[in-house]
Each structure stands twice: as structure tokens, then as C-alpha cells.
């Protein structure tokens, strides 16, 4: 009798050891996984341009998981094991393909690459994940496509026999690697300019663009203007725009207008025509004297 009693205490006091050893246990994990992290992440829209809205949904990627945001706060039911890892969240944006972390403009026609991209915004950042941890990440979303306005001031005796300016400029960015921050593959995009035909500016011409940035060694303006009745030839128009687009895969928050005027050429034809004095417009008009 003495011994089962022995016995029944022995266990008994295993029992309560065992469990108090699986209280102290459950005391020391922070969250319900303690073998891995959990991430939240909250999307900063803030720094965006006049205007531009903010995306109707985003994407986040990191490791195997991707996921789709439509809110303002994306948390996964998705738990990381321990490891570092990069973090990539970007918008959906009309014209623009995401693989990874690099952004490629469409063409639009095989040989150009798409003018009217949407507005894409980026966030990369490595992340540290540790067990037993949750995560609130903040995603300072970017603004990736900047807008870009060219004013042309016709000159000469032919400048109000323009009916069209067509063109194309070269060394625009036809991709961006956002983790890097490198723009890539120069390529062109075709520019439309329209006639003002009032106010201040009218008689001059315009067109606008969006762009991912530029790439390359050189931006260069190429066009060619007809006239009513054919009368004179159509001429052309050259221009480089490498300095003046100096700086542009800054800020790009900010539009961008430049303005100028055509040096006019005498010739059989008409004229050709070159600006070389290109004027950024404050403000982003194009009232500035050119």
C-alpha cells in the first residue's frame, strides 16, 4: 500500500511539473507562430504629382507569397520562415508590364513604345524576418512616370501654313529596374502635337507625353511639318534634347514642360528647321516667352 501511494505521488508530481513546464513554454512565445514571422504591410501614397490618384489596387511580392491589395493595409494569412528577403509592391498601371522588379513600357505598334502609360508607383525594401515575430512595414510608394511637354514656336513666313507636326523622340526609357533604380532600353515614342489656338500661346505647338524615363546617351526630337496645299514641302525639325532632359529620372512628381522656337533655314522647300535653345516653363504652362 505504502509503495502505490509512492507511486501515485511520483506521477502526480511528474504531471504537474510537465505542466507547469508547458505554461513557462507557452509564456515565452510573442505570437500564435512561433516558429515563423507574419508581415503587415500599410501603403504611403503621399508623395504623388498634382492630380495623379491613387491606385485602385496593388501588388506585393515577397518570396513565394504575392497578394493583391485593394485597402490601404494588406496583411497576408501567410506566415515567412526565418530569413531575409526582398519586399516588392507596385500598382498595376495601363501599358506597363511588372516581372520581378523590372517595369517594361508596351509598344505601341511594334516599333514605338506606348506615350500614355499609367502612372506606376514602386516600393522595394529588404526585410529580416525572425521567428515568433510580427511585422508593420511601411511601403513609400514612388512615382515612377513623369509627364513631359514640348511647346514649339514655329518662325518664318511658312509658320502659319502649319496643319501638322509629327515626330518622334528618341533615348525615352523603355524599361526601369526599380530595385536598382536603373533606366533602360532606349527606345522611341511618337509625339502628336496639336496647335494652340488661343490665349497667349497660340500660334505654338504641343505635345505630351508620358515616360517611364530616359535612357541611353542621347534624346534627340525628329519631326516633320506640312503645310496647306502642300505649299511649301514638307520640311523637318531636329533637335536635341539631351541636355535639356538632363536630370529627368528625378523628381518626377513634377511635369515638365520645355519650350522653343524653330531657327528657321532658308531652302528650295521651305526651311528645315533646328531649336537649340531649349527653356523649361515654370509652372508647367507654356506662356513663357520663347
Known amino acids: 500500500m505504502k509503495t502505490n ?14 505542466a507547469a513546464t508547458s505554461c513557462v513554454k507557452d509564456e515565452l512565445h510573442d505570437t500564435p507562430h512561433p516558429d515563423t514571422g507574419k508581415i503587415t ?3 504611403d501614397w503621399t508623395d504623388r504629382g498634382d492630380g495623379v490618384d491613387i491606385p485602385a489596387s496593388w501588388h506585393i511580392v515577397m518570396g513565394d ?3 493583391t491589395e485593394t485597402g490601404a493595409t494588406h ?3 501567410y506566415l515567412f520562415n526565418p530569413g531575409s528577403y526582398t519586399l516588392a509592391v507596385y500598382n498595376p498601371a495601363d501599358g506597363i508590364t511588372v516581372s520581378g522588379t523590372t517595369a517594361t513600357v508596351a509598344t505601341a505598334d511594334g516599333s514605338f513604345i506606348t506615350g500614355i502609360p499609367g502612372w506606376l508607383f514602386t516600393s522595394v525594401q529588404e526585410v529580416a524576418i525572425e521567428a515568433d515575430t510580427d511585422y508593420e512595414l511601411t511601403a513609400v510608394m514612388r512615382q515612377q512616370v513623369r509627364e513631359l511637354t514640348l511647346v514649339i514656336k514655329p518662325a518664318g513666313d511658312a509658320a502659319d501654313r502649319i496643319e501638322s507636326i509629327e515626330g518622334t523622340l528618341s533615348g525615352a526609357a523603355g524599361t526601369l ?4 533604380g536603373t533606366h533602360g532600353t532606349p527606345s522611341e515614342v511618337e509625339l502628336h502635337f496639336t496647335k494652340i489656338t488661343d490665349g497667349d500661346d497660340a500660334g505654338k505647338w504641343t505635345a505630351t507625353v ?3 524615363g530616359i535612357a541611353g546617351d542621347a534624346q534627340r526630337l525628329t519631326a516633320t511639318l506640312t503645310y496647306a496645299e502642300g505649299n511649301p514641302q514638307p520640311t523637318s525639325l531636329n533637335s536635341d534634347l539631351t541636355s535639356a532632359l538632363d536630370g529627368f529620372n528625378d523628381g518626377k512628381t513634377a511635369p515638365l ?11 528650295e522647300a ?6 537649340t535653345g531649349w527653356e523649361t516653363v515654370d509652372g508647367g504652362g507654356v506662356d513663357a516667352e520663347m
Do not use: H
Not at 270 to 275: A, P
Open 270 to 275: 521651305g526651311f528645315t528647321g533646328e531649336i
Open 257 to 267: 514642360t520645355l519650350g522653343g522656337t524653330i531657327a528657321e533655314t532658308p531652302g
Open 177 to 180: 529596374d526599380f530595385a536598382t
Open 65 to 67: 507569397y504575392t497578394g
Open 41 to 43: 504591410v500599410t501603403a
Open 5 to 18: 501511494s509512492i507511486y501515485k505521488t511520483s506521477l502526480l508530481a511528474a504531471a504537474l511539473l510537465l
Open 210 to 212: 508620358r515616360l517611364l
Open 75 to 77: 496583411s497576408p494569412d
